[in-house]
């Protein structure tokens, strides 16, 4: 009748098809049930798109069929059980509910297409419907109990509290307590059984587990790096070198380009006579990426003896991200060493992994550069103490002292010394000429105030939470995170689409805000390494969604983090913003943006501030599920290591949900990951609950909050957390509501009440 060509097809199949159809029926020519038939053995299909598909299925809804006619087409219902198509699934289980009350229903048959249903990866609904079913199932056809319960089991794994709910009902009433299997069966899920099931279930099981209740803590650690194991070496021999360089130029990885340049700096071995060639054909390859294009150029000046400039051409500072700028000059200066025959690391080359320096090794290097008498760098030297670790700073302290030039001694002697005064240190700075790269293409950086901006530099890496009015008469006082630390501005706000003629309505929509200061600053980079902007003029409040090319991250974001590790949260920031410009799949890059951001939480060995509970709590709501899984995983590891402020993350995530930033089901989907992976991670689970309802709209509750009510009754009674007063008033409201109130009551009967 309908061949596959019919069916897929280009055409105006809902403008011609339909009427065409009807026409048929009308005149005899084909029957109902052999429509149906075929209409149903083509949505078993998977291989055309929703649009056809609605369309079959409007044909499908047209027909008319008894209940005597439709049970002749129990397998082709059957097959589209096991289709991937939400739409076909949902409305072929709303026409078996009827259909499974005939006594011809091939019960045995639904209950194996039940049984792949509630076990693959399909919509709730589809799932929640054939629970239905099966609810209702051994009523009218008693042969089929055990089963029915053996198959609805695997659906207590579904992270979702309605349907959980369902499970354990249908097993309650349809079992008996001397059935061992069942009771083996049920010990498989102890683990992730709500809460209620024991009250439900409690004939089944023979006690109810002993509930560790274990509270949360935040409490970050301060983790210790400078270990052997962690240290950063050169390689000694040419086949390292060559495979380090070969991995540099496909992949960018921060540590090994810093270890990279380090080997080629203090290259003691020799190299074959054919190296040229060996490195050439890793050339391609560097160019096919924005950021390590410029190794690309580094190693060709080098196997070329820098006597070609490849390098020195290829950033213009008006058109690329200041830190590119930051990255080249720190080449270049290592190409100038090079080229001088100075076999120095550079100052800010990582001594421990990912990207820290040894006080120690810093005030050796130091030491080395005054021996050969090569004049510092300003640039290497700021990088260099902003990725200082001050954890064992005595030995080098007593080094620094005998440093012969002053303001190297002052500067140490101020980052390393905890009770060392700012001011005093200002004061005892004495003018020092700085080398600065030279080209057609950046101008000097050199300035009276270099000294000082050092001495910022290392004002924010000894306490990047402090104040610093020492700082205010200087030109650069005014650039963000300099006198005062690095404030996180955010706001959610609501817009009214455009109306016209493809909207009935203005639809409204609400956006994340994130603002800074406005500021302005010269062609100096130096102070951009601790206030962490974008490049441009001027920089004023905007949505997260504006694009713009000015706002992108070029470098890649674990280079960025690379610079301070000791400051990370005004990058979080930045990261944030910049991750919200356009689609996540878009050339910007936004959604590896997110990620790589995301990732970075976890290597973060610093305090995580609001930043960075702001794009943990972004993450988790974000639109694509791979981020929210990815934030999901980081948030449950940040909470073993008792390093996410839940009251923080509590208070940002209920802001955004009570602004309609993300629907309240997407928000209890994702949390539902965590549930049950320890009872610490329950009781945070509990707390973010906790702080959602009790910042609710007591008059107007979210869509979905029925949600998050039935995932709040189970944390509570597992954690067996209070309920705060607060909330308890929200309650009187929401009894009220049709939609509520069967909630609310199994929450007024809890005993634990403040």
């Not at 190794?295 to 006597?307: A, P, V």
């Not at 016209?500 to 994130?514: A, C, T």
């Not at 990620?595 to 972004?618: C, D, F, I, N």
């Amino acid at each position: 009748m309908f061949t596959h060509v019919d069916l897929t097809s280009s055409y105006g199949y809902e403008t011609y098809g339909t009427p065409f159809v009807a026409e048929l029926l009308s005149r005899k020519i084909i029957l109902p049930e052999d429509v149906l038939k075929e209409v149903l053995a083509n949505l078993a299909r998977n291989d055309f798109h929703r649009t056809k598909f609605l369309w079959l299925r409007s044909i499908a809804e047209k027909i008319k069929l008894s209940s005597e006619e439709t049970i002749q087409v129990q397998s082709e219902l059957f097959a589209v059980l096991a289709t991937q198509h939400g739409v076909g699934i949902n409305w072929v289980l709303q026409e078996l509910k009827p259909l499974s009350r005939h006594p011809a229903f091939r019960w045995a048959d639904f209950l194996l297409a039940s049984e792949l249903l509630l076990i693959g990866k399909h919509a709730k609904l589809g799932v929640s419907r054939a629970l239905l079913i099966l609810e209702e199932l051994p009523l009218y056809h008693p042969a089929a109990t055990a089963e029915t319960v053996r198959v609805t089991l695997p659906a207590l794994l579904v992270k979702d509290a309605s349907i959980q709910e369902k499970v354990i009902r249908i097993v309650a009433r349809w079992s008996q307590p001397q059935e061992e299997w069942l009771r083996e069966e049920l010990l498989l899920y102890t683990d992730i059984l709500p809460a209620n099931a024991y009250e439900l279930l409690g004939s089944f099981l023979s006690s109810t587990p002993p509930a560790p209740i274990e509270r949360y803590v935040y409490q970050p650690k301060f983790i210790r790096v400078l270990t052997e194991d962690r240290r950063i070496t050169a390689v000694t021999n040419w086949e390292d070198l060559l495979f380090l360089i070969g991995k540099v130029t496909t992949h960018f990885d921060v540590s090994e380009v810093e270890r990279l340049l380090d080997s080629l700096l203090q290259q003691g071995f020799d190299l074959p006579t054919d190296f040229q060639d060996q490195v050439s054909s890793f050339h391609f390859e560097a160019m096919s990426s924005k950021t390590i294009w410029l190794i690309r150029g580094f190693l060709q000046d080098w196997s070329n003896g820098f006597e070609t400039t490849a390098l020195n051409h290829l950033v213009s500072p008006a058109s690329n991200d200041e830190f590119i700028t930051v990255f080249w000059v720190r080449m270049m200066y290592a190409k100038a060493l090079a080229k001088a025959n100075q076999r120095l690391s550079l100052l800010s080359t990582p001594t421990h992994r990912p990207f820290w320096i040894d006080p120690e090794i810093l005030v050796e290097r130091l030491f080395a550069f005054e021996k050969a008498e090569v004049v510092i760098n300003e640039i290497d030297l700021a990088v260099a103490i902003a990725r200082l670790r001050l954890e064992q700073t005595e030995a080098a302290l007593g080094k620094a002292q005998q440093l012969r030039t002053p303001n190297f001694k002052t500067l140490l002697t101020y980052v390393l010394n905890a009770d060392q005064n700012l001011q005093e240190s200002l004061d005892a700075l004495e003018p020092y000429p700085f080398h600065s790269i030279e080209t057609s293409n950046v101008e000097s950086f050199a300035s009276e105030e270099i000294w000082p901006m050092l001495l910022a530099v290392a004002a924010r890496t000894k306490n990047y939470l402090g104040i610093y009015p020492e700082f205010e008469r200087y030109a650069f006082g005014t650039y963000p995170n300099v006198c005062r630390p690095f404030e996180t501005k955010w706001d959610t706000r609501t817009f009214r689409v455009k109306k016209d003629r493809y909207y009935k309505d203005s639809p409204e929509i609400d956006l994340l805000l994130l603002s800074t200061d406005a500021f302005y600053y010269d062609s100096n980079p130096l102070p951009l390494l601790y206030s962490q902007h974008f490049h441009g003029s001027y920089l004023s409040k905007y949505t997260v969604w504006e694009e713009s090319k000015d706002f992108e991250i070029e470098p890649g974001i674990h280079y960025l983090f690379s610079l301070l590790p000791n400051q990370p949260e005004p990058l979080f920031f930045r990261a944030l913003r910049s991750s919200g410009q356009g689609s996540e799949s878009g050339p910007s890059g936004t959604q590896s943006t997110l990620q790589g951001s995301l990732t970075q939480l976890l290597e973060t060995e610093t305090p995580l501030l609001e930043s960075a509970h702001l794009l943990l709590a972004a993450g988790i709501l974000k639109e694509t599920a791979n981020s929210r899984q990815l934030a999901m995983d980081i948030l449950a590891q940040l909470i073993s290591e008792q390093r996410v402020d839940a009251d923080l993350l509590t208070q940002i995530i209920g802001v955004l949900l009570n602004h309609a930033y993300s629907p309240v089901q997407r928000f209890v989907d994702t949390l539902a990951a965590m549930i049950n992976l320890s009872p610490t991670h329950n009781d945070v689970a509990c707390q973010l609950l906790e702080g959602i309802l009790k910042r609710m709209n007591a008059e107007k509750p979210l869509k979905n909050t029925k949600k998050i009510l039935l995932q709040y009754i189970d944390l509570q009674q597992k954690t067996a957390r209070p309920m705060p007063a607060v909330l308890e008033e929200r309650l009187q409201y929401w009894e009220k509501s049709s939609a509520l109130k069967k909630e609310v009551a199994q929450l007024k009967r809890s005993p634990l009440t403040v």
